[in-house]
């Protein structure tokens, strides 16, 4: 299984500030997802990032508040941008592995006062 | 599109007794179908997968579950619970190749001594 780290692993902002997360995986992998928990909630999907091309975004997500990069197959960042207390959410990035499996990292939790 | 229902949202149980948890989908054609366990403070975990074959599927820990498609189920079990096993369960769905979850609402599981 594939090992995941994210950076960093909590923050608290300050409102209208932008954070980003950075998610690094030990070994090459073709799919990469970003998820949000928000408090006591499930996850859901963000997007899908794309290496070398733009991201593919869920309902409800737009580029403008959570860009994404993936520069190669073993890095991501997500940007949370101008940020408000409604995205005071944990951040997950996953990947899926070539027996389709998904795992995920550790997360970054993010406060947002 | 997929999705995932998970009846119960909190279930308690005795150490050492069996455990059933639910989990319900929606998709039209053959799903990719997961739990995953989180505890406190920690990542999602990786219990079991059903993609193709045999319909009981067995996973880490001690944890089993079945793929029943004329229920559209997928439920997980654990014939004797430990007190470790108390944590937040994550039923998911992935359509096509696996890539995109649909995650349930989760059942957090309290063990009792």
């Known amino acids: 299984s594939a090992v995941i780290s994210q950076k960093p692993s909590r923050d608290i902002c300050q409102r209208g500030t932008s954070l980003t997360i950075q998610c690094q995986v030990d070994s090459q992998v073709t799919m990469m997802f970003w998820y949000r928990q928000q408090p006591g909630q499930s996850l859901t999907l963000i997007a899908t990032?794309?290496?070398?091309?733009?991201?593919?975004?869920e309902s409800g997500f737009v580029i403008d508040k959570f860009p994404i990069s993936r520069p190669n197959l073993t890095f991501s960042t997500l940007t949370v941008s101008n940020m408000s207390p409604e995205d005071s959410s944990i951040y997950l990035c996953?990947?899926?592995?070539?027996?389709?499996?998904?795992?995920f990292g550790p997360g970054t939790r993010l406060t947002v006062t | 599109a997929q999705s995932v229902t998970q009846p119960d949202i909190h279930i308690t149980v005795s150490e050492g007794a069996s455990l059933e948890l639910r989990c319900n989908y929606s998709?039209?054609?053959?799903?990719?179908l997961f739990w995953y366990v989180q505890s406190p403070g920690q990542g999602l975990q990786l219990l079991l997968k059903y993609f193709s074959g045999d319909t009981l599927v067995q996973g880490i820990k001690g944890f089993e579950a079945e793929f029943k498609r004329s229920q559209s189920s997928f439920n997980l079990r654990k014939p004797s619970v430990h007190w470790s096993d108390a944590a937040e369960y994550f039923c998911?769905?992935?359509?096509?190749?696996?890539?995109?979850?649909?995650f349930g609402t989760g059942t957090r599981l309290q063990v009792t001594l």
């Open positions: 996953s990947v899926r592995d070539r027996d389709y499996e998904q795992y």
């Open positions: 998709y039209g054609a053959t799903p990719y």
């Open positions: 990032a794309n290496q070398g091309s733009e991201a593919t975004y």
């Open positions: 998911a769905v992935g359509a096509g190749t696996a890539s995109k979850l649909t």
